[in-house]
């Protein structure tokens, strides 16, 4: 089984030693958020791939609309330069009302998604690039430096951050892979594969061709396994009061959905938070996320496996080191 790990650290000064590590302990790819206005995940990426040497790095997810297509290129370029074929672009649209909050609100994100690909895959292939959309409109742009004067091309994999399925769908069509969600159920993992494979039929290409990971959440305390679901179960609560995607496909009620939603402000407090997970049952927690003892983590996360999971994300919960370590040192046991 593949690993991948999602960064919890917050100062970039940290990403070091979690990077080393994860390489270590033979991990794919060490997978850097930038969602809410918390850290820039260019800043801890490329601090994490000067500093390793195998494993690779990817962004899990930029917004795609705080960068221009030429910009996001030329991150992807530039990192790509310091660590040749060690890097992977992760893009997706920011969550309401956070991206309207920024001014970004964007009403055809599947639209805007497509266009800016499709740009950016031409741009990463040396060419210059013209392009008029809804969402894109540039005019023959294309790297400028000594060395792009014989048209490199720069093959960075990119990656749709798709939690919809019509995004999935687009997913097959134009990208390497999608890094999907976490916090839903192994049966929405095995449909949204089911239409990774729509969209990669419709353009005649295989599935080999795309990967599929996906984050999850997980949490391990072998002496009181409740505690890593009252993890769990606390981030589960904020995202179902904050993200609209989480809410619609996790498996809550319209009933636990209220009961959270009637507490929560935004931001919300870690009081409400707290005060909210009443709502919200074990048997919920447990269903879309991998937590509990070691063995019934492994056994959660070898279930989004069977649905198609590629590679399963770690996003630790509770006690973030314990978690990794336990589950890394379960899956090298198993071979």
Same mark, same amino acid.
């Given at each position: ?170 997913? &097959?069509?134009?990208?390497? %892979?999608?890094? /999907? $969600?976490?916090?839903?159920? +192994? ?5 949204? *594969? !089911?239409?990774?494979?729509? &969209?990669?039929?419709?353009? %005649?290409?295989? /599935? $080999?061709?795309?990967?599929? +990971? ?5 949490? *391990? !305390? ?114």
């Amino acid at each position: 089984m593949k690993l991948g790990l999602m960064s919890g650290i917050d100062h970039p000064r940290d990403i070091i030693d979690q990077a080393q590590w994860a390489e270590d302990q033979g991990f794919e790819t060490v997978w850097v958020g930038e969602g809410r206005l918390t850290r820039n995940a260019v800043v801890h990426m490329t601090l994490a791939a000067a500093n390793t040497e195998r494993i690779t790095i990817g962004s899990g997810i930029f917004p795609f609309r705080t960068r221009s297509v030429g910009l996001l290129g030329m991150t992807a370029r530039t990192l790509d330069d310091m660590v040749p074929g060690r890097i992977k672009l992760g893009l997706g649209a920011w969550w309401e009302p956070l991206a309207t909050r920024n001014g970004l609100h964007t009403a055809k994100p599947r639209t805007a998604m497509k266009e800016i690909i499709l740009a950016l895959k031409d741009l990463l292939d040396g060419k210059s690039v013209t392009y008029q959309g809804e969402y894109v409109d540039i005019d023959q742009i294309k790297f400028d430096t000594p060395e792009d004067d014989d048209n490199p091309s720069y093959p960075v994999p990119i990656y749709i951050g798709a939690v919809r399925l019509r995004m999935m769908e687009l997913v &097959g069509e134009v990208a390497d %892979g999608a890094l /999907m $969600d976490f916090l839903v159920p +192994p049966e929405y993992t095995a449909l949204s *594969v !089911d239409h990774i494979k729509i &969209g990669a039929d419709r353009m %005649g290409r295989s /599935m $080999d061709e795309i990967d599929c +990971p996906q984050l999850l959440g997980v949490a *391990v !305390d072998d002496d009181n396994p409740q505690a890593a679901v009252d993890a769990c179960k606390k981030f589960l609560t904020q995202y179902i009061g904050q993200q609209p995607h989480i809410t619609e496909n996790c498996g809550a009620t319209e009933e636990q959905i209220a009961g959270v939603k009637s507490v929560m402000g935004w931001p919300a407090t870690q009081e409400q938070i707290e005060a909210a997970m009443q709502f919200i049952p074990d048997e919920l927690v447990r269903d879309v996320c991998c937590c509990g003892t070691t063995s019934e983590t492994i056994e959660r996360i070898e279930a989004f496996v069977a649905a198609g999971c590629t590679e399963p994300v770690l996003t630790p919960l509770g006690d973030y080191q314990g978690t990794v370590e336990k589950i890394a040192g379960a899956v090298r046991q198993r071979g």
